[in-house]
């Protein structure tokens, strides 16, 4: 029992005392309803990968209920009405809960809503979510396939603040705003999120928004969604902010295809429409209300009776289109731009201003309003009585693939007024959503390295342009933020060589110049490596001896700094040997001085200055035995038939102060005369070395001599 019970303690953070507890599901707690009952505000609930068939409810508790594996791997399922059969909801937040109680990371599936009963009825609402009179944070999550009356995704009544953040919704089904349902709400941010097959019997295919103070909705995609009116959003009474979105493919039977607004305060900056359908209206439907659309892109929309781009009912409208195209949509009844009807409520009239945009569809009138629209500096394809209206091809780049940008010699370029705008690239406004950026493309493939690490000749290499610039500049320097201008290059150059005069990170920019500006996104810029160059530092330390035993030289030294090679010079002689080594050895020649000098060469192919020496290896003494002739190590008549041989038989000498047995100078018939007197007759007895091996003390008689081997 001690056991199961610590088990459910929770596990506290201890780093920081603000922070509250972890509640592990399911290794601690098998639930997640029973992980929240458990759990205190500011604690985190972590939910391992899994399908959890539960409805939960917050509880009005601001706490974190994360998945550990995201929403791909962790799934509740709300199919099984776990709190009741008035509680179908899979998340409730019904208690007052603020943006601190956030959901995060997890596939809400399979709820059917939560009865809710009004002014219009008893209905059920928040199929996956259901949010009332809460504020929660919703982040990162996936809501598929539920259903219910209102909100088949979620639902958010009296909500003051609302974030909803990289959420999908994905093929919920129901009466009305089927992915998402705000009602008197205030503050609604939805942020990157995917709006895609929701499908609604009434109003908003995925989103209806209804009386609400603001509504945010930015970088969000809606596809392939489908209503009556309203095929991705239905907006009615609000103040609707909508900001870099894409509505593609979404289906209205009556009214809007895209977005319906009614009675709404609404922008629309930045946005794209493309292939909506509806009756009137393909890519936004009015009924009354004030519209204001810029730099957004109204492409391949079609309406089955008018306005493919806009159209209105005869509720009265204040709509101003600036900086927008509104290309390739077309309608049944020859109005494929922007449609107002004859009659408007109360006898008074809808208002239109276009302004530096352009209305190029295929066929009809891109204007058809009962009364005179206020259009300046607009490309017009069926022609509009206005401030410099043109009526010219405006020369897409490739609408084939709705690539509405312009291309270079489009009339619409340049074609605004610089009082009213100013392009980004500086220059006067382009009409249309896609300003031509008339500045030069940023260097590609840019290749820096160094081409001779001796000389630090740097090469830069960079591919070519298309339409080069007028001219190309270089700068380089140390520091990135302080370059300095280092050449000014034709604009057909591709590459240049340069020497930096700098060691260490160097960062050359390439930047191309046309009329006098430069990339969007600035220079392209490399980091390159420059060693300080080699030093040139001779060999030091000579040191040079011999063995007087074998005449062996021995050369040690040290190496001042790398060397590519080291010539040694023995007399004028020059052996090469690698710059690595720091010693050698070689023989020397008897007698004569030897001059040695090392000069080493840089690994840069510089001559140093030289380190030399000098070795002279004496001739070694001859050793013999005076009387040795034949040099058999004895004294005896043989000695006196090799002198006899050698005086008149021209036999063989290798020691003649061997032979010179009177130790004259001279080899004649006096030394086998002497020798014999010696050896039989008692006479004077040998000069030295006449008994053992030794030198000749008169080295000054120069018989040659060879020491034998009786002398060692």
Not at 107 to 115: E, L, N, V, Y
Not at 259 to 271: A, E, G, H, K, V
Not at 547 to 573: F, K, Q, R, V
Request: charged share 10%; hydrophobic share 35%; with cysteine.
């Amino acid at each position: 029992m001690a056991l199961l019970s610590l088990l459910n303690w929770p596990i506290f953070l201890w780093g920081n005392l603000a922070e509250g507890a972890d509640w592990l599901v399911p290794s601690q707690i098998s639930t997640i309803q029973g992980a929240i009952d458990l759990a205190a505000p500011g604690d985190q609930i972590i939910v391992s990968p899994g399908l959890y068939l539960e409805n939960i409810d917050f509880l009005g508790k601001d706490l974190t209920l994360i998945s550990s594996a995201g929403p791909s791997e962790t799934i509740i399922d709300g199919s099984m009405a776990t709190q009741g059969p008035e509680m179908r909801s899979t998340v409730l937040f019904n208690s007052g809960e603020t943006a601190l109680a956030t959901l995060d990371g997890f596939t809400i599936q399979g709820g059917s809503g939560t009865p809710v009963t009004d002014a219009i009825g008893t209905f059920l609402r928040g199929g996956g979510i259901h949010i009332s009179i809460a504020s929660p944070t919703i982040t990162n999550c996936r809501i598929v396939d539920n259903s219910s009356d209102f909100g088949s995704g979620l639902y958010a009544g009296g909500t003051l603040s609302l974030q909803l953040h990289g959420i999908e919704f994905l093929s919920n089904s129901g009466l009305e705003g089927s992915a998402a349902y705000l009602l008197d709400c205030g503050n609604v941010s939805i942020d990157q999120c995917q709006f895609v097959g929701n499908q609604s019997l009434t109003a908003g295919g995925a989103i209806s928004s209804n009386t609400c103070s603001s509504v945010n909705i930015s970088n969000c995609q809606l596809s392939g969604n489908s209503a009556l009116i309203g095929g991705a959003i239905y907006s009615r009474q609000c103040v609707v902010d909508f900001a870099n979105n894409e509505v593609l493919s979404n289906e209205a039977t009556l009214l809007g295809g895209g977005i319906t607004l009614y009675q709404s305060t609404s922008t629309i900056t930045n946005s794209r429409f493309d292939g909506n359908s509806a009756n009137h209206g393909g890519g936004i439907g009015l009924d009354g209300g004030n519209l204001v659309v810029s730099s957004s892109v109204f492409s391949r929309n079609s309406a089955v009776t008018s306005g493919a781009a806009i159209s209105s009912t005869i509720n009265l409208v204040s709509v101003d289109v600036r900086r927008c195209t509104i290309a390739e949509n077309t309608s049944t009844n020859g109005s494929p731009g922007i449609f107002f009807p004859p009659f408007s409520a109360g006898g008074a009239s809808s208002t239109l201003t276009l302004s530096h945009s352009i209305l190029w569809n295929p066929t009809g009138i891109e204007v058809d309003i009962p009364t005179i629209a206020q259009v300046d500096h607009c490309t017009v394809s069926s022609g509009y009585p206005g401030t410099v209206v043109l009526t010219a091809d405006p020369v897409f780049s490739d609408p084939l693939i709705q690539d509405f940008s312009l291309a270079s010699i489009s009339p619409c370029i340049d074609a605004g007024d610089p009082l009213q705008y100013i392009d980004p690239d500086g220059t006067t406004p382009d009409l249309g959503a896609i300003f031509h950026d008339q500045r030069p493309a940023a260097v590609e493939d840019l290749i820096c390295q160094i081409n001779d690490p001796c000389t630090q000749d740097l090469i830069l290499t960079w591919a070519p342009k298309v339409l080069p610039p007028d001219s190309i500049i270089v700068s380089i320097g140390t520091d990135p933020t302080q370059l300095t201008a280092l050449a000014a290059l034709p604009g057909t150059d591709t590459s240049f060589s340069l020497v930096p005069g700098f060691t260490g990170t160097v960062t050359i920019c390439v930047e191309p110049v046309r009329g006098g500006m430069t990339p969007a996104n600035g220079a392209t810029c490399c980091e390159i490596e420059v060693s300080a160059p080699t030093p040139l530092i001779p060999i030091s330390g000579l040191s040079c001896s011999y063995d007087p035993d074998t005449c062996m030289a021995n050369l040690s030294w040290s190496n001042g700094a790398p060397y590519s090679l080291i010539d040694l010079i023995i007399n004028g002689e020059i052996l090469t040997l690698p710059g690595s080594i720091n010693s050698a050895a070689f023989p020397l020649t008897p007698g004569p001085l030897h001059l040695i000098s090392l000069v080493p060469q840089s690994t840069c192919g510089e001559t140093l200055n030289a380190s030399e020496c000098e070795l002279t290896c004496p001739i070694p003494e001859t050793l013999f035995i005076r009387g040795d002739a034949n040099g058999d190590s004895l004294q005896n008549l043989a000695d006196v038939t090799t002198q006899l041989a050698y005086l008149y038989q021209n036999g063989p000498g290798s020691c003649l102060d061997a032979m010179d047995c009177n130790d004259d100078g001279q080899i004649d018939v006096s030394d086998p005369i002497f020798l014999l007197l010696f050896l039989f007759d008692g006479g004077s007895p040998l000069p030295a070395p006449g008994g053992s091996c030794g030198p000749d003390p008169l080295p000054e008689d120069f018989l040659p001599c060879q020491t034998g081997p009786n002398c060692p």
